[in-house]
């Protein structure tokens, strides 16, 4: 059922897809040779385009009609893309879909550049729109992501991370992107201010769960569907739900158990899968699916009042398989 | 003289500078004490804050009677910080303005995200403004800061490097800062095309001036004065105007010599001083002065159709300071 539905959404937004990539490589031209390779690196390694997708499919669903969406588009998958860039270096992550880190290729002055490069030139096509609400926007998406990413690195290895800080670096790093993306494509569509907000919700709660998600492959899923190692948040002193939620109500051995491996980067197998059984024993894995599972609900519900057009459908869709995706 | 006219312009500027002091700290609270600590590490530490000056006075020029333009003049200041941050990565400096660089106080990770956090900072108070000329200034300057940053990363150790690509990486990295700020100041007054084409130049062309005067110091200053080491862009690589233009008309001989010193980081006082005085002999010294005097000149003459305006003088003799600073 996830692999139709994951062909059923590919084949809708064919187009769109192609029309994005060609922007995504058009708008790096004409710059340097160095530019291009290493951002071509993190672009163009099989992203799935989401964020900017989802800004395509928000216009349409606001009646968009002119033929800038997918340049628009390309901000947030340039936005994500230096963010990416920062973080590997930050995490000091040695693979990201598949490939060795820019960084590891290159070194971090080019990465910590590029990145730079690749955020300034998302804000150029932001300033292109010429819509002022749109450049606050993206504005305040670039001042909620890097406060994310510095709380989250203040708060690495900090056991006493609570579920309520963990969904405030999770809302900063991830959903103000997706709602930024959800949000744009309202604006360049002219929405009115109701459904500017409706979709900017949508791409709030969907983009909460999508990150939980994630946080639940990185205990779930190995090198080979993922891209990078099993338990890598975990090696990174990272807390994620399922780890916040089980340690909080298992018992003091079990507690014990866990935090040692935390506190271990070089944690072998055995340990990894002892404390993912103990993250199953307390709930974690459960109850992370269940909120993710709530969020995808309210995204959804934000959009029964729009009209029944084939492209809520598939923004629905879209909602139902950032739930079951594997990768 | 020197310390005439910098007195002189010091008392003209007292208010500015304590309004903008202020709006600086400001603009950062509430933060993360993080950040504030390491945003106030390289923020607080003795900068001229030169480019929020220019835009205060600038939108003086032009008749600015509002209350924000200390409050929007920091988004050159925090946009400076934030490159400052990235660069003494990128750099690998140890010390900047007497301190030792926050990604060795702090670490890397800390210093880039602390960076993308000052650079957002900058383009929400652009944002603030609602005007969007000024948020695609701002866009322009972080996209043409990053690409003179890659481009002189490119560069580095490059003995072909002409003074047409030198001009090229200065006015990206520096004069683009300034003539933005210069711009953004008639911009926020509501000044006609013409004054604020005319206040772009002014900062150009001052930009431009500023770094060649900084290049030069490079090779006449020393530690004490400038908080680093004489002969730190010579160790890292990086060929300034002294030097390209000596490295173009010297004898086969002279060219070895400096060439080796250049080749050689760890190169010692005698070395230096042996590239200095061949500097001299090849004219690299005074064909520099000369440079950056022509552009103050230029600088200076796109104010003369401005009123005979107390702070038109101002703007003059700042331009006249830039050529003869110490420091």
Redesign the interface.
Known sequence: MTVGLKQKILAAVQDDLQRIERELAGNLNP??D??SRVAGHILFAGGKRLRPLLMVLCARLCGYSGDRDARFATIFEYLHAATLL?DD???GSEMRRGKTVANQVWD???A???G??L???G??I??DT?L?EV??T???I??N???G???Q??KKGDITLTEEEYLEVIRCKTAVLFQGACRTGALVAGAEPIRVTALNDYGHHLGLAFQMADDLLDYTQDLATMGKHAGADLREGKLTLPLIHALSRSSDADRERMLAVLKNPDFGADEFEGLVDCLEKYGGIAYTREQAAAHIQAAKAVLRPFDNHPTRKLLMDIADYALVRKA
Do not use: K, W, Y
């Open positions: 710059h340097f160095l530019v920062h270096l930050v995490d971090n002055p080019t910590v550049l590029t730079d490069f955020l300034a030139r804000l150029s932001a300033a010429g002022c450049i606050e993206i504005a305040g670039t001042e992501m890097s406060q990413e510095i709380r690195l203040e």
